[in-house]
C-alpha cells in the first residue's frame, strides 16, 4: 500500500505538468488538440466497463453498507429494502455493550498480533536461507513453501481440522509415537486459537517468502561486496544491509498480512464455527452470523464498518510508523 | 584499477565460501525440515483418502496403509454430486477470468497510454478499490442479488467479480513499457485506438495475460464467502462451498474423516499441478503487484 501512495504521486506529477503544457500550445496545434479529444473519448469508453460494475458492485454496497448500518434492516426488507427504519446510531451504541461482539474483535486482534509477526519473521528467514549458497534444488524448495497458498481455504482447513483430530489425527499420531496424549487443540478454549495461527502462517508464509526473494534479488550485489570489504560478518551485513533495504517489503508484506488476517473467516468456519464457547469467533465470522443466519443485516452492517474502520487506522498507522523510521 | 580490487576481493571470496561449507549443509537441513513441516498436512491428506476406515483410526496410527481402497471416493460421490459441483466451479471461474482479461486490460490501456481527462482519478479509484476489503460488500450484495433475482445463477455469481482492481493495476503495469512511439506509429496510419489496443497492445502483453488468467483463475476457484451467500440451492454450489456444507453438518459427513479427506484431494490435486506446472508465472506475479 506504500507503493499505492507513492504510485499516484508519481502519475499525479507528470499529469498535471503534462495538463500545464497542453493548455498553452492549445491556440497553435490543432492536429494535436483533436488526437486529445479522440483521446479523451477513447480513455472513457475503454474505463466504461470497469467504471459500471465498480459503480453497481463495489461503490454502491460500501455506501448501502453504511446506510443499513444506521437502520433496523431485517430479513423482510431484503424483499423490501426502503422500509427499513432509520434508527441513528443505536446499532453502533449496542455494539459496543455487546460482549459477543467484544469478545470476536478481541479474537480478531489475538490472531493478528501473533500471526502477522509469525508469518512475517518466518517468511523472511525462509527468503533469506533460499537466498543465501542454495542453488540446486532452490525452485523446489520455493515451490513447496508457496503450495499452500494456491490450495483452496476451505480444502486446507477440512484437511487440517482432521491433522489436529485428538484422537486419529496426525499430531495425535505422532505423540502416541513417543508415549504422549494429544490435546484436543480444537476443542479447547485455550489451544483453539492458537491452532488456527499456526494454520494460517502455513499458508501464507509462501506470499511472504516471494515478496522477499524479490526485494533480496533487488539489492545490489556491489553493496553487499562493499560490505564484505569493510569485514562485515554475516550477521553484521543481515543487520545493517539486508535488513535496512528490505524495509519497503517489509512494509508491503506486513500491510498484506494485516488486513488478511483481520478479515479472517474460513478457518473458524470450517473448522471450529466459532467455539469452543466462541473462543475463535472472529469479527468476520461473527458478522456473517448476524447478517446471514439471524438476518440482523443493519446490525451486521455496523460490524462491517467497525471493522473497515480498523482495517483502514491499523493500514495508515502501520505506513506512518515503519515509513518514518527508513527517514 | 582492476588490478588493486582483484586481489582483496579473491580473498574475500575464500572467507565467506570457508564459512559458507559449514553453513550451507545447515541451510539445506533447516529448508529440509521446513519443506516436511509444509508438506505434511499433504502427505497426510493424500495417504488418508486411500486408508480403509479402520486403518484411519488405528491406534497406533498406521502410516502407510497396508491396503490402498478408492472406498472414500465411492463414498463421497454417492453423497456429493462432485462432477456438478465441479462444473458449477469452472464455469464460474472461466466467466470471472475471461471478462477480467478484457475489462481489466481495457482500463489497464487506457490508464497507460490514453491522456485523457479523469484519468488519475480513476486510477486513484482502482489502488482505493485494492484496499477495500471485500467482507464489507456482501450484506447489500446480497439484497442488490436478490432483487435482481440472481442469487442461485452464474451471473450472481460472476458478476460482483468480473472486473478486478488487481488486474487493471496489473495490466496497466505491464503496459506502460510499451514505446509510445510504436502507437504513434499506428495512430499516424489512422488505426481506431479500438484496433490498437486489440491487434497490437493485447498480442504484446501476453506474458501479463497469462499471470492475470493463473491468479483470476484460482482466486475464483478458491473462492468462498461469496458463493456461500449467494447460493441457497446446492445444484449451484461451487465445490468449496460444498466441500464446506458437508464438513460442518455433521449429519452428512457423519464424521469420515476418510471422505472429507479424498473431498479435499479431489479440489487441493488440480490445484496443486496447475501451480506446479506452472509456477514460474506466479511467483513472477506476484513480485511484479508487489515491488513496483
Known amino acids: 500500500m506504500s507503493t499505492s501512495t507513492t504510485t499516484t504521486e508519481k502519475a499525479a506529477r507528470p499529469a498535471k505538468a503534462g495538463a500545464g503544457a497542453s493548455a498553452a500550445p492549445a491556440p497553435g496545434g490543432g492536429r494535436r488538440k483533436r ?9 472513457w469508453l475503454f474505463s466504461t466497463p470497469f467504471l459500471v460494475l465498480f459503480a453497481v458492485f463495489m461503490a454502491f454496497p460500501i455506501l448501502a453498507t453504511l446506510a443499513m448500518s444506521f437502520t433496523d434492516f431485517g430479513l423482510r426488507n ?8 432509520f434508527i441513528g446510531f443505536e446499532n453502533y451504541v449496542e455494539l459496543f455493550g455487546d460482549e459477543k461482539f467484544l469478545k470476536s474483535l478481541f479474537n480478531t486482534g489475538y490472531f493478528v498480533v501473533v500471526g502477522v509477526p509469525l508469518t512475517i519473521g518466518i517468511g523472511l528467514v525462509v527468503a533469506v536461507l533460499l537466498n543465501n549458497g542454495i542453488d540446486r534444488a ?15 481455504i476451505v480444502a486446507v482447513a477440512v484437511v ?23 490435546p484436543d487443540f480444537l476443542g479447547s478454549e485455550a489451544l483453539a486459537m492458537p491452532s488456527l495461527i499456526v494454520m494460517a502462517v502455513w499458508r501464507n508464509v509462501g506470499t511472504v517468502m516471494v515478496l522477499f526473494i524479490a526485494g533480496l534479488q533487488a539489492i545490489p550485489t556491489e553493496v553487499r561486496e562493499a560490505a564484505k570489504l569493510d569485514g562485515a560478518s554475516v550477521w553484521q551485513e543481515f543487520r545493517s544491509i539486508t ?10 508484506a506486513t500491510v498484506i498480512t494485516t488486513i488478511g488476517y483481520l478479515n479472517v473467516f474460513e478457518e473458524p468456519f470450517v473448522m471450529t464455527q466459532g467455539g469452543p464457547s466462541d473462543s475463535t469467533l472472529t469479527v468476520s465470522l461473527n458478522m456473517y452470523r448476524e447478517g446471514f443466519n439471524f438476518f440482523h443485516m443493519g446490525y451486521a452492517s455496523a460490524m462491517a464498518y467497525v471493522l473497515f474502520v480498523v482495517i483502514m487506522g491499523i493500514t495508515v498507522l502501520q505506513l506512518r510508523l515503519l515509513k518514518d523510521n527508513t527517514k | 584499477m582492476s588490478a588493486t580490487s582483484s586481489a582483496p576481493v579473491k580473498n574475500l571470496d575464500k572467507g565467506p565460501r570457508g564459512k559458507r561449507s559449514v553453513a550451507r549443509p545447515l541451510t539445506y537441513v533447516l529448508l529440509s525440515l521446513g519443506l516436511l513441516v509444509m508438506s505434511a498436512p499433504f502427505l497426510w491428506m493424500g495417504i488418508s483418502a486411500f486408508k480403509t476406515q479402520s486403518e484411519l483410526s488405528a491406534s497406533p496410527p498406521v502410516w502407510i496403509p497396508t491396503e490402498w481402497t478408492l472406498t472414500n471416493f465411492r463414498q463421497l460421490l454417492d453423497k456429493l454430486d462432485l462432477p456438478l459441483y465441479f462444473m458449477n466451479s469452472v464455469i464460474v471461474a472461466v466467466l470471472v477470468t475471461v471478462s477480467n482479461l478484457v475489462f481489466c486490460s481495457m482500463l489497464g490501456y487506457a490508464l497507460a497510454k490514453l491522456n485523457f481527462v479523469g484519468r488519475n482519478k480513476i486510477f486513484g479509484l482502482v489502488l482505493g478499490a485494492l484496499m477495500v476489503p471485500g467482507n464489507l460488500m456482501l450484506l447489500p450484495l ?30 496497466r503495469q505491464f503496459m506502460q513499457s510499451i514505446p509510445d512511439e510504436l502507437l504513434e506509429a499506428a495512430r499516424m496510419d489512422g488505426a481506431s485506438e479500438w484496433y490498437i489496443f486489440w491487434r497490437i497492445v493485447m498480442p504484446l502483453v501476453k506474458p501479463a495475460l497469462a499471470t492475470l488468467s493463473i491468479f483470476t483463475f484460482l482466486g475464483s476457484w478458491n473462492n468462498f464467502v461469496w458463493p456461500l451467500i449467494a447460493t441457497n440451492d446446492p445444484e449451484k454450489y461451487t465445490l468449496p462451498v460444498a466441500l464446506a456444507t458437508f464438513a460442518t453438518d455433521p449429519n452428512k459427513a457423519g464424521g469420515s474423516n476418510g471422505m472429507l479427506m479424498a473431498g479435499a484431494f479431489l479440489i487441493v490435486l488440480p490445484v496443486l499441478v496447475v501451480f506446479i506446472a506452472l509456477q514460474r508465472h506466479f511467483t513472477q506475479g506476484i513480485a511484479t503487484a508487489g515491488m513496483k
Open chain 1, 160 to 182: 487440517w481440522r482432521f491433522v489436529l483430530d485428538p484422537s486419529d489425527g496426525l499430531i495425535a499420531g505422532l505423540f502416541s509415537e513417543v508415549g504422549w496424549t494429544a
Open chain 2, 142 to 171: 446480497f439484497v442488490l442479488m436478490s432483487k435482481l433475482q440472481l442469487i442461485d445463477s452464474y451471473a450472481g455469481l460472476v458478476l460482483p467479480f468480473a472486473a478486478g482492481a488487481f488486474g487493471v493495476f496489473l495490466m
Open chain 1, 78 to 85: 431484503v424483499t423490501r429494502p426502503w422500509e427499513a427504519e
Open chain 1, 138 to 152: 532452490r525452485t523446489f524448495f520455493r515451490v513447496g513453501f508457496y503450495a499452500p497458498v494456491v490450495t483452496t
Open chain 1, 35 to 43: 488526437t486529445l479529444g479522440m483521446q479523451n473519448a477513447a480513455g
Open chain 1, 243 to 252: 535488513i535496512p533495504l528490505l524495509r519497503p517489503t517489509v512494509l508491503y
